[in-house]
């Protein structure tokens, strides 16, 4: 598979990355853990070297998962986790980035990723209790000591980018983006093209949507995170449905899937983009990275991003609790 790097930092990666929370967390009961680590090493046989987790996702137990899996592959992989949340009891209870809880977090997770330096990390979420020149300034530190390679943002805004920016030089921003949800293009991707920051879109396949896949009689397991957002609601799906049907005609004119086409409009946006579709599912994985040889022309873009613009998508992508995390 061919790379791609992140911005100017350095950190080159598969154009296309392998996001492992739903393996352990979010999309219903945890996957079982043998298939999970025959998956991760099948995307890293496949070309796979950029791979996405964090210390909530379980918690703890896809961060395990991930190391474990990866163990073998020192040094020929990057794994990207976060820190900003606050776990107490084995629940996510709120956000916390004090300079304390980050290398708390950091020591944790390198113990659990059994490597020496976590590759990438990102805040996952801003603190506005927190200043984030203190942040950057603590990940800063991180990478004086050898801890850290790199430092990330997720779901940042872009003054937040730019004032952690000019500390301590900010590598990737993880947000999401994809066909139904392109708010970066408006603030967020200029400014990461200004300052040299690479994107690392998650979510690049709507959580599941943009496959062609989910209908509105679709139902997800009691423990989906996506039972509680509000753009999964029967009414909205239906609505959205033309996404799909857009992305599903691209796809027979290209002897594609409609994921493929989602992916490949993704990548084709800037060359510093890098996605990280999640699956637990081996012939999911195989159709998402061949994405990564997918060209559509200009015209073909030019048609796909315009026809989208057209179409007004119905619903919030969080719940009001989880929105209210979100940095402006």
Sequence with gaps: METRKLGNSGLEVSAIGLGCMGMSFG???????TEMIALIRKAVETGVTFFDTAEVYGPFANEELVGEALEPFKGQVAIATKFGFRIQDGKMTGLTSRPENIRQVAEASLKRLRTEAVDLFYQHRVDPEVPIEDVAGTVKELIQEGKV?????????????RRAHAVQPV???QSEYSLWWREP?????????????????????????????IDENTTFAPTDFRNSVPRFSPE???????????????????NATS???????????????????????THRLEENLGAADLRLTSPELAELTAAA??????????PESAARMIDR
């Design 259 to 281: 994921a493929q086409i989602a992916l490949a409009w993704l990548l084709a946006q800037k060359p510093w983009i890098v996605p990280i579709p999640g699956t637990t599912k």
């Design 27 to 33: 999309y219903g009961p945890a996957a079982d853990k």
């Design 309 to 318: 613009s057209q179409i007004a998508i119905q619903g919030d992508r969080y």
């Design 236 to 254: 909205a799906r239906q609505a959205n449905q033309a996404v799909v049907d857009l992305l599903s005609r691209i796809a027979q004119q290209k």
């Design 171 to 173: 590598a990737a921003l």
């Design 149 to 161: 390679k790199h430092f990330g943002l997720s779901e940042a805004g872009a003054k937040t980018i």
């Design 185 to 213: 293009e408006a603030e967020i991707m200029p400014t990461l093209e200004a300052l040299g920051i690479g994107f690392v879109p998650f979510s690049p396949l709507g959580k599941g949507f943009l496959t062609g896949k």
